[in-house]
């Protein structure tokens, strides 16, 4: 920026009403809703450096566009961002994605998400399944260390189908108590390590088959896998080399030499 100009946004800068001044602040702080989202997703990179087009880990900074910072590739010459090739590439208006993931939170239909955030109809029915999609596509590749296993269940849900295969529940009823029907009720399977790196997957059925299938060659040798009595997970650790702290929770065993437990799953479920 010319200097002339500098002192012309310095002179406007006394204009500024309180909002404003506050948000100015904020930006410069890179503490706004914006720049906070942009360092969650960049931090991908940092963590795991890959090109989403030929999966080289050989990658250089290459400029910003549109806030964020951009990266070319050695091995391929293409370049990309920290979105591209998830369902989050080219979707824009960042400063609402936060405020829009508010609205799902709160179970809210697609018309009021898209009044509340100020978008139209179509768009807020295709941000919904962008982000509904985002988990699916972020599966962590590889688990090692302490890593803690469990599943948990969710009430079954056709809702929006036009062909269902049960008998809808009127509005109100809820799903019958777990392990009275399986078709009330879909296990999802998360596995996650102490670094953060989760990896889950809905599931027909908890079984060592499943867990083999879904998990082979995800889990490092020689990591400790902390799971609560359930038998899949004996057989699990057999199979992949893993040293296995199995915790009775039901007994009131919940953590073993205040290491292995599996309370950071039980949180993020």
Known sequence: MLPAQFRKLIAELEHLTDSQTR????????TDSVSQLITELEERMVENPECPHCHSSLINRHGKVNQMQRYRCKNC???FVATTATPLARLRYKELWLEYIRCMLDSKPL??????CGLHLETSFRWRHRFLALPSALKASKLEGIIEADETLFPYSEKGSKRMTRQPRK????????GRSKDDW???LTVRDRAKNTYEAVVPSVTSATLHQELAGKLEKDSVLCSDGY???IALSEKNDLIHKRLDVAGGVKVI???FH???VNAYH
Do not use: S, W
């Not at 948000?23 to 890179?30: A, C, N, P, R, S």
């Not at 018309?111 to 509340?116: L, S, V």
């Not at 509005?171 to 777990?178: N, P, S």
């Open 23 to 30: 948000y100015v602040e904020k930006l410069l702080k890179g």
């Open 231 to 233: 038998k899949p997970y």
């Open 257 to 259: 030499d205040k290491v």
């Open 171 to 178: 509005r109100g009823m809820k799903a019958k108590k777990r």
């Open 186 to 188: 879909v296990p999802v």
């Open 77 to 79: 010459g293409k370049t």
């Open 262 to 264: 599996i309370q950071n």
């Open 111 to 116: 018309r009021k998400c898209a009044e509340e």
